[in-house]
T-cell receptor, first 111, second 113 residues
Framework: GIQVEQSPPDLILQEGANSTLRCNFSDSVNNLQWFHQNPWGQLINLFYIPSGTKQNGRLSATTVATERYSLLYISSSQTTDSGVYFCAVYAGGTSYGKLTFGQGTILTVHP | DAGVIQSPRHEVTEMGQEVTLRCKPISGHNSLFWYRQTMMRGLELLIYFNNNVPIDDSGMPEDRFSAKMPNASFSTLKIQPSEPRDSAVYFC???????????FGDGTRLSIL
C-alpha cells in the first residue's frame, strides 16, 4: 500500500516562530488532508488540498502532487498550535475512499 | 450543524466483556469510517461504509470485531469478547461521498482491564 512519511517527527518552538511541516507519499494520490490533533485528542480538519496552495489565517498548505509531497506552514505560532499534525492521503484504485495517515509531527510551542 | 457524534466518550471494562461503540454521522453524509488509534500503529482504518453498505473491512483485526450500519444516521462497532490489546481510541468519521473531506468525531477512549 501507499506509504506516508512526515517530517520532522518532533518540533519545539518559541511562541511567534514560523515552521514548515512536510509530508511525502510514495504513490500518486487523489487527494490529501491535513489534521491537527489537539491535546484533548480531537482531530480537526485543517486543509483538503489535492494540489496548489490554500491559506487559512496563520496556516497555509501547498501540495505538489506530481512530486508527491505536501507542506504545512505555520506562521507566528501560538501555544494553542501545540499538538500533533497529521497528513493523510487518498489513494486510488482498490484504496478508493480510504485515508492513509502518516505518523504525525508532534509540535510543542512554548510561551 | 452538528458534527459526528460518538458515544460513549470513555469506556472501561473487563476483559471478556462485550463492548459497543456508537456513531451518528453528519446528516447527509453517505460515507462512514471507523478508525483506531494506538501509540504503536498510529491511526488505521478498520472499516468503511458507503450508503450503509460495508465497502472495505480489510482493516478489521479479527472476528471479535464487527460493525453495522442499519440506517444512514447510525453505526455501531462491537468487540466481543474484548481483550486488553483492544485498548485504544476509536474514531468515527463521515464524508459526503468517498474521497471527499472526512470529518471526525471526538473519539471513544476504550480501556480493557
Amino acid at each position: 500500500g501507499i506509504q506516508v512519511e512526515q517530517s520532522p517527527p518532533d518540533l519545539i518552538l518559541q511562541e511567534g516562530a514560523n515552521s514548515t511541516l512536510r509530508c511525502n507519499f510514495s504513490d500518486s494520490v487523489n487527494n490529501l488532508q491535513w489534521f491537527h490533533q489537539n491535546p484533548w485528542g480531537q482531530l480537526i480538519n485543517l486543509f483538503y488540498i489535492p494540489s496548489g496552495t490554500k491559506q487559512n489565517g496563520r496556516l497555509s498548505a501547498t501540495t505538489v502532487a506530481t512530486e508527491r509531497y505536501s507542506l504545512l506552514y505555520i506562521s507566528s505560532s501560538q501555544t494553542t498550535d501545540s499538538g500533533v499534525y497529521f497528513c493523510a492521503v487518498y489513494a486510488g484504485g482498490t484504496s478508493y475512499g480510504k485515508l492513509t495517515f502518516g505518523q504525525g509531527t508532534i509540535l510543542t510551542v512554548h510561551p | 450543524d452538528a458534527g459526528v457524534i460518538q458515544s460513549p466518550r470513555h469506556e472501561v471494562t473487563e476483559m471478556g466483556q462485550e463492548v459497543t461503540l456508537r456513531c451518528k454521522p453528519i446528516s447527509g453524509h453517505n460515507s462512514l469510517f471507523w478508525y483506531r488509534q494506538t501509540m504503536m500503529r498510529g491511526l488505521e482504518l478498520l472499516i468503511y461504509f458507503n450508503n450503509n453498505v460495508p465497502i472495505d473491512d480489510s482493516g478489521m483485526p479479527e472476528d471479535r470485531f464487527s460493525a453495522k450500519m442499519p440506517n444512514a444516521s447510525f453505526s455501531t462497532l462491537k468487540i466481543q469478547p474484548s481483550e486488553p490489546r483492544d485498548s485504544a481510541v476509536y474514531f468515527c468519521a463521515s464524508s459526503l461521498v468517498p474521497n471527499q473531506p472526512q470529518h471526525f468525531g471526538d473519539g471513544t477512549r476504550l480501556s480493557i482491564l
